[in-house]
């Protein structure tokens, strides 16, 4: 590989740090947010900025008004635009409209694309996902999906419950995943007015930065139109994957940004803060946590950049992408631990930022999958793996 980035991603690299330090980061402190997240006027604002700056929905193709980035060039950027908590929602990036939009991009018809996902790279509109159920439905595990849509007519009826559905609150459209008759999965599409769909509440998370925070739905009834399927009937867990696999690694992007933000801010603090003597980096214990941070923060990137040349290359990266997830959530939440520790008082209160980071980022080791549930299908894998090779060794052997 090299790694070694061209002058071109080099220079919107900078612009993107620029932008966010000039543009995003004094927004953070503007009061039009929540415990779910910025508000509407905040989010258009902030948008706004972006598409005067010419970063607004980078990873979007060209022909619907993005940058058109490779995975590797959205590795470079997301990271700067994760250094605040609010640029990912700037230059349209944030979950799940992110995921959505690589979705649409390779399963909608021309049509849907019209409706929903051009308004949608413009910053125009909000979506959800709405896949996770409460018990005893689909969480970690798809294959337990509950809801369930019946064709009637030229439409299908869809009814069910989701919840920790992020951004549920304000979303135009929504991409839900039912169950068919026939047992399979299909996602449809459908405006989140239309009659049937009801938000139920929106739960208190640990998290505030995901812009409607996270509802619980219901469906009532829904009915869809055929014309409304997302790609083929059957194929929604198909589908599914090829959204989560890209969908893992640019967490790990965004939350980079976040982690090495807190991990700046600490680096600050000890280098100036006295105690015992002398400044605080100069202890042994404080030094090694500041080393041990670099190591995590270049662990976390070396995955993630790898991971998404991988996927440059046409692969489908399932396993990889697992693997990133786990290493990313891991050591990203060390380096934010370790940063509260290194700053103290400080750290556990509203003075820094990293407070904020530390309870955002918590539920990362969760979403898109807990890292017990990858280690779980990495071993997986890895034993079949194994298996598959020992085979080929019996079978060259008997034909010597």
């Known amino acids: 590989m090299d790694f070694s980035l061209s002058p071109e991603l080099r220079a919107l690299r900078d612009k993107t740090r620029r932008f966010i330090a000039e543009q995003v980061i004094p927004l953070e402190s503007d009061p039009r947010q929540s415990h779910h997240g910025p508000d509407e006027s905040l989010r258009r604002e902030l948008v706004a900025r972006a598409r005067a700056a010419g970063l607004l929905t980078p990873h ?13 060039e959205k590795a470079v950027v997301f990271e700067e635009a994760g250094y605040s908590r609010l640029g990912p929602t700037a230059l349209n990036i944030h979950a799940p409209d992110e995921g959505n939009i690589h979705l649409m991009e390779e399963v909608a018809t021309p049509a849907q694309k019209e409706r929903w996902l051009r308004p949608q790279v413009a910053g125009e509109l909000r979506s959800c996902f709405a896949m996770t159920e409460p018990s005893p439905g689909a969480g970690a595990d798809p294959s337990m999906l509950q809801a369930t849509a019946v064709r009637d007519g030229g439409d299908y009826v869809i009814n069910g419950r989701k919840w920790f559905i992020t951004g549920a609150d304000g979303a135009d459209y929504a991409i839900v995943m039912a169950r068919m008759e ?57 589908y599914a994957q090829v959204r989560l696999a890209p969908a893992r690694l640019t967490h790990c992007m965004r939350w980079l940004g976040q982690a090495r933000r807190a991990h700046d801010t600490a680096l600050d603090y000890v280098r100036k803060r006295h105690a015992f003597g002398k400044p605080l980096v100069e202890h042994e214990g404080v030094g090694f946590m500041v080393a041990d941070n670099d190591m995590d923060l270049h662990t976390a990137r070396l995955h993630i950049w790898h991971t998404a040349w991988l996927l440059d290359q046409g692969e489908k990266c399932n396993f990889e992408s697992s693997r990133a997830k786990v290493v990313c959530s891991e050591a990203e939440w060390r380096v934010v631990d370790r940063s509260v520790q290194m700053l103290g008082g400080q750290g556990v209160t509203g003075e820094t930022p990293v407070m904020r980071i530390f309870t955002d980022m918590r539920a990362f080791r969760i979403y898109d999958g807990p890292s017990e549930v990858h280690r779980w299908s990495m071993a997986r894998k890895l034993a079949h793996l194994s298996e598959k090779a020992e085979a080929e060794l019996l079978r060259e052997g008997g034909a010597a």
């Open 60 to 72: 979007a193709s060209r022909e619907m008004g993005g940058l058109g980035l490779s995975h590797v």
């Open 182 to 238: 026939d047992g399979s999965a299909t996602m449809f599409l459908t405006d989140m007015d239309r009659p049937g769909i009801v938000l139920e509440r929106n739960m208190d998370a640990m998290d505030a930065c995901f812009t409607g925070g996270h509802g619980v739905l219901r469906f009532e009834n829904l009915r869809v139109p055929a014309a409304d399927v997302l790609g083929e009937i059957g194929k929604g867990f198909r």
